[in-house]
């Protein structure tokens, strides 16, 4: 039952890393470089046919994947069950994946906004006011709150030494921390990604620490590998992005030139990734 749940972390790791990618394909690719825009652009009860897909499929994911890596990370370590210490964190991971979905849920009311905004007109008034801050503050900070918060705490207790997937942490690490950094650009919230990053670099030092504070042997683990390379990623985002595109320019605000985000992110996952390949030779790991 341990090693099945070791081989379907690495895929709930790649879900979460790259299920948002969803609109870049749809909504991007498709529909404005191909101009298939009804397909994410569609009014269904004034709500996007893209809002319904997020809200409906690729927020329940999310939530599943994060849950069943909190499941992988605190299984028994031994047979014979859960000490209770052990039990006590698992459920605050559990309540951290909970928090994640409830901050997606509140994020919905930016389809009012939406529709006030686009179709409507409305960009102002205590009422609209209120309904942007509920979307673009309050979700914001719940959602990435509990995002981060369950990352690290998955980074700092998950057990020692899991060696195997090594290569796909860093690949998934360098992928998520360009994800998440390109993700808050567009949510015009890149003073809360730092804030939110030292909780993963809080986590990663701390899982170094477990290691006996052994570079080497951090380096060799899943965790560690990924929440390192999430954790300098995110910062790295923002200063190769600002110095490519002259500024926090919003990827949708782009139009046709939104490919080059495209463009960006392959060439930073790919340099992302050979750096960590040559960290790994360099200290003699070959897993």
């Known amino acids: 039952m341990r090693n099945k749940l070791d081989r379907q972390l690495i895929w709930w790791i790649l879900i979460v890393c790259f299920a948002y990618h969803y609109k870049v394909i749809a909504c991007g690719f498709f529909g404005v470089v191909l101009g298939y825009s009804g397909l994410c652009g569609t ?40 000490n209770l210490r052990r039990l006590r964190t698992k459920r605050i991971g559990q309540l951290l994946c909970a928090l994640y979905l409830f901050g997606m849920g509140v994020h919905v009311t930016n389809t009012i906004e939406i529709y006030s905004r686009v179709h409507l007109g409305i960009e102002e008034g205590a009422l609209y006011d209120q309904i942007y801050w509920i979307d673009e503050d309050l979700s914001h900070w719940i959602q990435f709150g509990a995002f981060f918060l369950a990352m690290s705490w998955f980074v700092a207790f998950d057990r020692l030494d899991r060696t195997h997937g090594s290569y796909v942490a860093i690949f998934t690490g360098v992928a998520h921390g360009l994800e998440r950094g390109i993700g808050v650009i567009e949510g015009n919230s890149s ?42 990623c995110i910062p790295l985002t923002f200063l190769s992005y600002s110095w490519t595109f002259g500024g926090m320019v919003q990827p949708s605000h782009m139009g046709n030139d939104a490919w080059k985000v495209v463009a960006f992110s392959a060439l930073f996952i790919g340099v992302g990734f050979f750096v960590g390949l040559g960290i790994d030779r360099a200290l003699g790991n070959r897993n």
């Open 43 to 82: 009014l269904v009860h004034g709500i996007t046919t893209n809002h319904w897909f997020e809200t409906l499929v690729y927020c329940p994911l999310m939530w599943f994947a994060m849950n069943e890596i909190n499941e992988t990370v605190f299984f028994p370590e031994k047979k014979g069950g859960y």
């Open 191 to 232: 003073g809360m990604a730092i804030v939110l990053c030292s909780f993963i670099i809080i986590a990663t030092v701390y899982r170094w620490y477990r290691h006996d504070q052994n570079f080497k042997r951090a380096w060799a683990d899943f965790f560690f590998r990924h929440g390192l390379t999430f954790a300098l």
